[in-house]
């Protein structure tokens, strides 16, 4: 996956140009790849889902609400409104996000197969309580979902 710059200099490498292939030669040296594949396959059918790679890992939105985001190390972190993110935290279903204590999201960390149901489940949970029309009123709808800071 290394791309030759144009220099007849082995030493003068670079990584491919395009993100994806970056993405996809990242992902392939993260001892969790079976386990986020299991995960990107649960979520990528559902509707409107979209995934897209960045330097960290990827990110997953409905639309242009985010949902979630899955770090190279297997750690997914989702963003919750106070109320929400405390009852999962209570109810011991996923974390706190210790890098933003002040934060509304929770983590959970998908080490094997078996994590990979929860992680589901807490995406879900951010994608059924989404809006993909922001900006319109959800009839009957409290936001579950934290506004991206």
Do not use: C
Not at 129 to 145: E, H, M, N
């Amino acid at each position: 996956m290394i791309q030759q710059d144009g220099s007849r200099d082995p030493r003068h490498r670079s990584l491919p140009v395009s993100q994806a292939a970056t993405a996809g030669y990242l992902w392939t040296r993260t001892r969790k790849l079976r386990e986020i594949w299991g995960l990107l396959q649960a979520v990528r059918g559902w509707p409107g889902m979209a995934i897209e790679p960045d330097q960290d890992g990827l990110s997953l939105a409905l639309g242009d609400v985010f949902l979630g985001h899955v770090r190279w190390n297997g750690r997914l972190d989702v963003p919750f409104n106070p109320d929400v993110r405390d009852r999962l935290v209570a109810e011991e279903m996923a974390g706190r996000d210790l890098d933003r204590p002040d934060g509304h999201g929770v983590t959970f960390h998908v080490r094997t197969v078996a994590d990979v149901d929860r992680a589901v489940w807490l995406l879900r949970l951010a994608y059924l309580s989404a809006d993909p029309y922001p900006g319109t009123k959800a009839i009957g709808r409290a936001p579950l979902i934290a506004p991206r800071a």
